[in-house]
């Protein structure tokens, strides 16, 4: 379902700029059709009307919600952009803002020097900004009261995959085997783990300590804090969005690899996606 999804878009893609435009709407009610079956690309009918609008309309109710019980709710402006790996990076956001496509920018300046409207701009990580606040209220050893002495405070972790999605709040230095056991899956079950999302790394053993910093056999850094669990029998490369599979011509507004780590998985896998993962990154195959 997947292929035919994926092959399908790009005939009719191919054909609408050939001129073939009666055929490539065949091929179009194709790809859109067998999206709707792929229980991979999770797209709902609603998606065809109003891309977005379907996975994150509570999410924006919800945050609207809150602004609104602010006195300086006037001044804030509350944006949704698209739901794609890179849209969500800091000079993306600001074009986003500004009226343009969510994909980042040039390098060469930084924001804080031009960013929205050619003004010093600053972005903050939501989480940041509430980790900073409670510890203006409480105080800073109260925030490192919790964790470890090298790795302080809490965090927020998205659980996904083998486990019901859910977002945990745990100690910033909480073990795998800790994060399983609050998100209540049976270890037994579960192949391998994804830490870091898409540039994370797949591990194994449970023993491993999530920290920014740290021996590599035994910690590994939690990035964005994206945990994926993979069930026994299932491939690692299919239970993320199809438009998101480590591929050398995937589109950069989706580029996502998991870059290193333990893949036990590669024999659930079909060969097509094995072979576009070892021309792409080599270096994954350890552990």
Known sequence: MWAIGRVSGFVSLFLLTRNFSLLSTVFL?????TLLLDSYAQ???????????GN???????????????????GIN??????????????????????ANAIPRDKSQRLSESGLKKRPTVVLNVETLAHIALIA?????????????????????????LARAQVLEMAASATVAEVLAAAAVDPSEVQAILVGGYHGRWIKPLNYRLATNGPTLSTVRPGAGVIHLLGKGQCGLKPRHPSHIISPKSPPNNAAPAYSGYLPWHKHCPRSQMVAVIRCFPQSWSG
Do not use: Y
């Open 56 to 74: 994150n309309a509570a999410a924006m109710a919800s945050v609207q919600s809150a602004v609104a019980q602010r006195a300086d709710a006037p």
């Open 43 to 53: 797209l709902r009918a609603i998606d065809l009307v109003a891309p977005f609008l």
């Open 78 to 99: 509350v944006s949704q952009e698209a739901d794609t790996f890179i849209s969500g990076e800091a000079s993306a956001v600001v074009h986003a803002i500004g009226g």
């Open 29 to 33: 009610v194709i790809h859109v059709g």
């Open 137 to 161: 209220r409480f105080g800073a050893s109260w925030f490192s009261s919790v964790g470890a002495d090298d790795e302080p405070g809490i965090r927020l972790l998205s659980i996904s995959g």
